[in-house]
Each structure stands twice: as C-alpha cells, then as structure tokens.
C-alpha cells in the first residue's frame, strides 16, 4: 500500500464494543446480544415509532445516553485521536473521521475532526425550531428547548428513513481521499455501506479492519480480522511510522 495523504475513516460500533457500548447486530458470542436483538428497529429507531409511542423511546435514548457517559474511550479511540492530531498537523495531509456511532468516545480521546453522520446521544433536537442544542440529561419529563422554549425535543439521533448528517462534506472529502479505512462496522446500513464501492469507483484505496467479515468485506482492496483496541493501533503505527 503506497504512503496515502488524504484519508477517510469510517467506524462503527465495533470500535466502542471494547469500551462496553453494546453492538447494533450480534457479533457471533451467544452471550453477547446485540441492541436490534433486544429492541425491535422499528420500535425505537424510526420517526413512526417514536409518534407512536414517544415515552418507549425518550427512555430508551435516555438510557443510552446515561450509559455513554459511564464509557471511556479505548486504545482504538486513542489512536485515532493522535493520528487525527498528528496527520492534520501537517498542511499537506487532510484526515477525516466519519462515525456511525451516537457516542462521544472519539472526541473524549481527543479527536477534533469527527462526522457523527447518525447523530449524537449528548445532544437534542428540537422538532419546533430545529435547532441542536448540547444534552447530558433526561427527555422523558418534556424539557423545553433552550433555543425557542418548545417542549418539542426529541434524541438527535438519525432515525431509519431519515437523511443522515454531512453527506455533502462527507462525499466531498471521499473524493478527494487516496485512502478509506472502515473500522468496527457490518456494512449493513446504507448509505454507510456504500462508502467502500463509492471509494473503489473513485479509485481510492480501501482498508478494512473489523473483528469478523463484514457484508462488505469482498469490496476492500485489503481486509484486516481482529479487535479494533490491537488493529487500530497496530495500522496507526504503521501509517504514521
Ligand atoms: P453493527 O452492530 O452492525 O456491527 C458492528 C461490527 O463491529 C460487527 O461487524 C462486529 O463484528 C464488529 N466488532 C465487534 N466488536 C469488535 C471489536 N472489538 N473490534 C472490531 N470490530 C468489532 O454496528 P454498525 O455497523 O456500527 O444506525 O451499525 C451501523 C448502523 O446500524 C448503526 O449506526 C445504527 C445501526 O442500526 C442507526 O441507528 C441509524
């Protein structure tokens, strides 16, 4: 693999699993279930489920969101946060983070330029005003927004159906990428997944590393099989060596 200048991350779930945030889809373990497997997707995850039933899912981002801030960062946080650093130090190089995951790990080791293109778990979104508003609290008593004073917030979170953030800056970034490593993700929701065959379309080289073989794993140029806390690391050495 020839020295990149440019590079895209995407990572997923995986990457914060070794920090004890649950996986969307199992990962092989009987003991170890994944969220859709115990919440039904269309329940909590859809602009359908939460009209339906507002109070399910106020608790369950809640949740989830109390949880995320018991959570630290693990060593593949860490690296990629000095990779971050030390690769956009340079004004020749540009380096970006796209992250499917709501959680706040990658900024919490340290990243500065992160995409949370599923949207966040610390922030509100206000459905009057449609303003985004930083939060650590509960939903479930109907706060008002601090923008315009609506009780009309819901999770800042991408719903199935919904458009998912900074697509345009995402895509803009892809093409002029030399290199694109996913990291901790199925390939298993779009648009996401497609990132790989829009990467390979443009001529960009793509690199894998993930516990098992992902849906898109026949896609990568190069794919790399073991935990995101040794992979991750390992490839930052290398890339920065
Ligand atoms: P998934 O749960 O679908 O996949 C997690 C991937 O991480 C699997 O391929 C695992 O093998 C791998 N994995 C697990 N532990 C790992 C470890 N320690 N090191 C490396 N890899 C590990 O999660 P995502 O691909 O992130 O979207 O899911 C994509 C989207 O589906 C999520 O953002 C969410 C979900 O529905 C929305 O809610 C819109």
């Given amino acids: 693999m020839h020295k990149p200048q440019n590079i895209v991350i995407l990572t997923g779930a995986g990457i914060s699993a070794e920090s004890g945030i649950d996986t969307f889809r199992s990962d092989g373990r009987p003991e170890k279930q994944g969220t859709w497997e115990q919440h039904r997707i269309e329940d909590v995850a859809t602009p359908e489920g939460f009209a339906r039933d ?54 919490r080791a340290g990243a500065q330029c992160v995409h949370h293109m ?27 927004c601090p923008q315009c004073g609506e009780t009309a917030l819901r999770p800042d979170v991408v719903w199935f159906g919904e458009m998912p953030y900074d697509m345009e800056s995402i895509y803009g ?18 648009p996401a997944a497609g ?17 098992e073989r992902s849906e898109g794993s026949g896609w990568f140029d190069e794919t790399r099989l073991g935990a995101a806390s040794v992979l991750v690391p390992e490839w930052v050495d290398e890339i920065l060596a």
Avoid at 76 to 89: G, Y
């Fill in 54 to 107: 507002p109070d399910l899912v106020l608790n369950f981002y809640d949740m989830r969101r109390a949880d995320v801030q018991t959570k630290q960062p693990n060593a593949a946080h860490h690296a990629l946060a000095r990779l971050d650093r030390e690769w956009n130090a340079r004004a020749d190089r540009a380096l970006l983070i796209v992250t499917q995951n709501v959680d706040d790990l990658h900024e």
């Fill in 118 to 144: 599923h949207g966040e778990l610390l922030s509100a979104l206000c459905s009057a005003c449609l303003e985004r508003s930083p939060w650590t609290g509960p939903m479930i008593g109907r706060p008002a």
């Fill in 195 to 211: 990132f790989v065959q829009d990467a390979r379309s443009m001529g960009v080289q793509t690199l894998e590393l993930n516990l």
């Fill in 173 to 190: 970034a892809l093409r002029g990428a030399d290199l694109f490593v996913s990291i901790g993700t199925s390939g298993a929701v779009y």
